[in-house]
């Protein structure tokens, strides 16, 4: 099953739109995707393909996800995330998903998967590896603690997206502040007193990036209050 995979992912292979996607994945020297390799597939193709061979093994998934291709990788993660998604028992996939985080390396990767399999598994469970997560030196283990959270705010729960928030508002990695602002956002979407009151305690020390991203959906007046540091 998995060389009929990867005999389909070459078929649809498109080397124009894999160009535009190293550029726009910042795959050059010192960038964050630096070396990582692209076919040119979009998300909906990678998505009728994990459909297609959604009953992959995970002996093979392991195989996959390790792959050079960024596309390889997204779509294991993307069988996965249907795999967990049916499963009674899974344990199995969160613990998976843990141990692969080296290969989950874009952002693309983390976001596309990190609520549906971290956030779900963690819904009814303590949520202390988050703040383990979150406290990584791995700018990835970073991004999967906060963006994992936002399983929680769709259910109108919001404290551990604080909880992690505060500790990466020091984050000095640009990923990381577009992504804490990003969940504060829709924190605030869902209950704007909340994201007002946790701005106000902790203005200081929230990035330029960070308060953009969080503060979007305010009135204009409102914002360039923040953005100014006059807001009452």
């Given at each position: 099953?998995?060389?009929?995979?990867?005999?389909?992912?070459?078929?649809?292979?498109?080397?124009?739109?894999?160009?535009?996607?190293?550029?726009?994945?910042?795959t050059?020297?010192?960038?964050?995707?630096?070396g990582?390799?692209?076919?040119?597939?979009?998300?909906?193709?990678?998505?009728?393909?994990?459909?297609?061979?959604?009953?992959?093994?995970?002996?093979?998934?392991?195989?996959?996800?390790?792959?050079?291709?960024?596309?390889?990788?997204?779509?294991?993660l993307?069988?996965?995330?249907?795999?967990?998604?049916?499963?009674?028992?899974k344990?199995?996939?969160?613990?998976?998903?843990?141990?692969?985080?080296?290969?989950i390396?874009?952002?693309?990767?983390v976001?596309?998967?990190?609520?549906n399999?971290?956030?779900?598994?963690?819904?009814?469970?303590?949520?202390?590896?988050?703040?383990?997560?979150?406290?990584?030196?791995?700018?990835?283990?970073?991004?999967?603690?906060?963006?994992?959270t936002?399983?929680?705010?769709?259910?109108?729960?919001?404290?551990?997206?604080?909880?992690?928030?505060?500790?990466?508002?020091?984050?000095?990695?640009?990923?990381?502040?577009?992504?804490?602002?990003?969940?504060?956002?829709?924190?605030?979407?869902?209950?704007?007193?909340?994201?007002?009151?946790?701005?106000?305690k902790?203005?200081?020390h929230?990035?330029?990036?960070?308060?953009?991203?969080a503060?979007?959906?305010?009135?204009?007046?409102?914002?360039?209050?923040?953005?100014?540091?006059?807001?009452?």
């Amino acid at each position: 099953m998995l060389t009929l995979l990867r005999e389909e992912i070459q078929r649809i292979a498109d080397s124009k739109k894999a160009k535009i996607l190293q550029r726009f994945f910042k795959t050059g020297p010192g960038e964050y995707g630096e070396g990582d390799i692209f076919l040119g597939i979009t998300v909906p193709q990678s998505r009728i393909l994990a459909k297609r061979f959604g009953s992959l093994p995970l002996k093979d998934n392991r195989t996959l996800i390790s792959s050079k291709i960024h596309e390889e990788r997204l779509i294991a993660l993307l069988i996965l995330s249907e795999q967990f998604k049916k499963a009674l028992r899974k344990d199995t996939f969160f613990r998976f998903y843990l141990k692969n985080t080296r290969h989950i390396n874009n952002w693309d990767l983390v976001d596309l998967t990190a609520p549906n399999i971290v956030g779900t598994f963690l819904e009814k469970r303590s949520r202390a590896i988050l703040l383990k997560l979150a406290r990584s030196s791995s700018l990835w283990e970073r991004r999967i603690a906060i963006v994992a959270t936002f399983h929680f705010i769709r259910n109108n729960e919001f404290n551990d997206t604080l909880r992690i928030a505060k500790i990466l508002l020091t984050d000095n990695e640009d990923l990381i502040r577009k992504a804490t602002g990003w969940m504060l956002r829709e924190v605030g979407k869902r209950n704007e007193s909340v994201l007002k009151k946790f701005l106000k305690k902790n203005y200081p020390h929230i990035s330029r990036t960070t308060l953009r991203y969080a503060i979007e959906k305010f009135p204009p007046v409102i914002r360039k209050k923040y953005l100014a540091g006059t807001i009452s």
